[in-house]
């Protein structure tokens, strides 16, 4: 079965039924990755440190909001 067919499929079902399609494959995306929440926590130790020693500059809220 293609994808075209599963989606076709999903659009026929009533509303509630493909919400509860949708909630599923999302959840299927969002799961934990170890490692990759390893990197994250090294990150930030890593400028907590620099923060920490003065080593990192800081921005206010407002600052940061105007550089976007």
């Known amino acids: 079965m293609s994808s075209q067919e599963i989606i076709e499929m999903a659009l026929s079902l009533n509303a509630s039924e493909r ?15 170890p490692k990759l929440d390893a990197v994250w926590a090294d990150e ?11 080593k990192m500059q800081t921005l206010t809220l ?5 550089n976007l």
């Open 44 to 54: 930030a130790e890593h400028r907590l440190r620099a923060y920490d020693q003065g």
């Open 19 to 33: 919400f509860a399609v949708i909630e599923k494959l999302l959840e299927s995306l969002d799961r934990p990755d």
């Open 62 to 66: 407002d600052q940061a909001l105007d």
